[in-house]
């Protein structure tokens, strides 16, 4: 309700005395309802700031997990060398719906994809998506895939831009609140020949629900569905001859040669389940803001702790993301034995790069690299701003962005030093959208859907 509708249903209770004829009521009285009044709107201003950052969190969760599963789809990275300058710049649609191979770019529109060539920036061809984008799209086998909001899977040939198959699946009603905000097909998972889905909606008894599919990569044709006992809150994890789909309050396996129930285990009561990662034998997850670790062959639950939202590492160390009560955040470091915290680094809002033992992240004005065991810094190299985007290794070197003005200052570190390798200077805002680089060269995300292709 409005602060003019809590005022206005407030009238009467003032006006009334004076019109009927009792005393009016004290100053105090009177003092006392516009208090009362004041907490009501307090309350419900309270409720809208909580109901818009629960959104926005759910949206960074799901970028977040449709970024884990594009970088599960993305071949091996090559080396990158330092740039010698702009190949191209363009206005793309939708930079943070994107994807790209050695040759190819391809960005979601509101109605279409837009594809073009990754040396020169050269249209290729368009293609209408008809339901509305849902997620994607992926590059692989010579086919563009991606799923739309009326339930459809859809593969276009690479070079064309033509359909090659479209598979309907079962469409399921939508939840219509900020609380129920989540994918309803969920970023495709590409496994050898296989490709598999995981939707997310609300089923006939008005209860969320879902289904996992396995379809055939090259066809389309279904090799099995199963049902999911409340959706999908993120893309099936595949694990040796499992597959894993976490919908809160739930997780489930299945067989993935036959969709074979295995195991379904109960989280606890969540709206939030996300994609995993494989520690010490462990699926560790988490399930609103509680990190906890899963037997992957029985679904047991080994351990559980309240940390915080997303988690990412390694058999060294499990980390996580806890966020205050007036929004500080903090990185906490677990042991994935026991889920026991080790340590914690204040001012860390996003998951770093881990890998070989060490920690890359970008806090306090510097890209710093610090033991993964304890947290002790090895080394940091100082930066003019804030990055927008965590360093990410690339082959053997460590990239980190620095927005500097109208500019991005790229810089190459030795992953062992923090030694500079080379820089460069590209004149592109960043905005949002994947941070990419290979041998390809390095596309960059700026402001207004710009993306900048450097080589």
């Not at 004829?21 to 208090?35: D, E, K, L, R």
Request: aromatic share 8%.
């Amino acid at each position: 309700m409005s602060s003019r509708s809590w005022l206005m249903a407030a009238a009467p209770l003032i006006l009334t005395p004076l019109l009927a004829g009792p005393p009016p009521p004290t100053f105090a009285a009177n003092q006392a309802m516009q208090m009362q009044i004041q907490m009501q709107m307090q309350m419900q201003m309270q409720m809208q700031m909580t109901r818009a950052r629960l959104a926005a969190q759910q949206a960074q969760r799901r970028r977040a997990n449709e970024q884990a599963a594009h970088q599960k789809n993305l071949p091996p990275i090559e080396e990158v060398a330092k740039p010698g300058g702009e190949a191209w710049r363009a206005t793309l649609p939708s930079a943070g719906n994107r994807a790209e191979d050695a040759a190819l770019v391809v960005a979601v529109g509101e109605k279409w994809l837009f594809a073009r060539s990754r040396d020169k920036g050269l249209d290729r061809w368009t293609a209408p998506v008809e339901g509305g984008f849902e997620s994607g799209p992926v590059i692989t086998n010579g086919l563009v895939l991606y799923t739309t909001g009326d339930y459809r899977f859809t593969a276009l040939d690479r070079e064309t831009g033509k359909p090659r198959y479209q598979v309907q699946l079962e469409a399921l009603r939508r939840f219509f609140s900020a609380d129920n905000n989540k994918t309803r097909v969920q970023f495709p998972i590409i496994d050898g020949k296989r490709v598999y889905l995981a939707t997310y909606g609300k089923g006939q008894d008005g209860e969320a629900g879902g289904k996992l599919y396995a379809l055939d990569l090259e066809t389309g044709a279904k090799l099995w569905e199963a049902a999911l006992a409340a959706g999908a809150d993120h893309p099936p994890m595949i694990l040796g001859d499992r597959v894993l789909v976490g919908g809160a309050p739930w997780i489930q396996a299945f067989q993935v040669a036959d969709g074979k129930p295995l195991w379904k285990t109960y989280l606890g009561p969540s709206k939030w389940v996300s994609m995993g990662v494989v520690a010490q034998g462990r699926y560790c997850l988490t399930a609103d803001k509680l990190v906890m670790a899963l037997d992957p062959v029985k679904g047991e639950i080994l351990w559980r702790q309240e940390v915080g939202s997303g988690v990412t590492g390694d058999d060294t160390r499990l980390f996580s993301i806890r966020t205050g009560m007036f929004g500080g955040v903090t990185l906490v470091a677990l042991d994935p034995a026991t889920g026991h915290p080790v340590w914690e680094r204040k001012g860390v809002g996003s998951l770093p790069w881990v890998q070989d033992g060490r920690v890359y992240l970008a806090v306090d004005g510097a890209v710093r690299c610090l033991e993964a065991v304890d947290g002790k810094q090895v080394w940091e190299s100082p930066m003019a701003k804030p990055a927008p985007w965590p360093p990410t290794m690339v082959g053997s070197q460590l990239l980190a962005a620095c927005p500097e003005g109208k500019t991005t200052v790229l810089r190459a570190l030795d992953p062992a030093t923090g030694k500079e390798n080379w820089s460069f200077t590209a004149r592109v805002k960043p905005g949002d959208g994947l941070f990419v680089a290979d041998g390809a060269g390095i596309l960059v995300p700026g402001k207004d859907d710009e993306l900048v292709c450097l080589k």
